[in-house]
């Protein structure tokens, strides 16, 4: 299993860099439940962040147009790590479980098949803990933004995905033939309108719930 181990990451708006960039934790299972934070939360990064040079952006954020990076921050905290004695860490409730930045990091290039509608399992395995997410192009993302983008990949792109690739090997037994067919879904569903549209339905049902913090998100697309 691909566990790292580092110091703490540091809490909201406490990076010094030269020049801030907004970016965005997912935290883990651990951190929520234990420790009361919320799912996501923003914190500024140096624009010389090892995100940057070290990872390259997910295969649908490229797609869509919002090419994002996501670094598991590795660390574990001993509040929520001695909880449970011998934690089984191959469950999907185990502390570092963390089931949406995994599917932020669904693969689909067309050109591996194999890999198509899967996560890299080496490395976002079930021991995932709390992630980082940044935009490649240093623009600012906020918690609104990476939430719906989780969303997004979570709901709207994960099933028809996955049914896609129950059927495909047998309706499509060329592979240039399933190639084509992926072409197809990528164009039709890995798109900003499909997203715009997933944003809006969030916007609009975190506003009716009374999240006035929502009132006046806009889309990442905005800074595109």
């Avoid at 299972?29 to 070290?54: A, C, M, Q, W």
Wanted: aromatic fraction near 10%; hydrophobic fraction near 30%; include cysteine.
């Amino acid at each position: 299993m691909s566990q790292v181990f580092s110091p703490i990451p540091p809490p909201p708006n406490t990076d010094t860099s030269t020049r801030g960039v907004k970016a965005v934790y997912i935290h883990c299972l651990g951190d929520r439940k234990v420790l009361g934070l919320p799912k996501y939360t923003e914190v500024t990064i140096s624009d010389n962040h090892v995100i940057f040079t070290r990872e390259k952006p997910t295969d649908i954020s490229v797609h869509i147009g919002i090419p994002l990076l996501t670094r598991k921050t590795g660390y574990v905290d001993p509040r929520w790590a001695d909880k449970k004695p011998r934690v089984d860490y191959a469950s999907p409730k185990n502390p570092m479980s963390n089931i949406k930045a995994l599917y932020v990091n669904l693969r689909s290039n067309i050109e591996h098949e194999e890999c198509w509608s899967w996560a890299d399992m080496g490395k976002w395995d079930k021991t995932i803990g709390t992630v980082l997410v940044a935009r490649q192009d240093k623009k600012d993302i906020t918690t609104h933004e990476v939430e719906d983008l989780a969303r997004f990949f979570y709901y709207d792109l994960s099933p028809p995905m996955g049914e896609l690739g129950e059927y495909i090997y047998e309706d499509y037994p060329k592979k240039a033939d399933r190639k084509k067919v992926r072409e197809k879904f990528t164009k039709d569903f890995m798109c900003q309108a499909k997203f715009e549209e997933c944003y809006e339905k969030l916007k609009a049902e975190r506003v009716a719930a009374g999240n006035s913090s929502w009132a006046t998100a806009v889309s990442p697309y905005s800074q595109v």
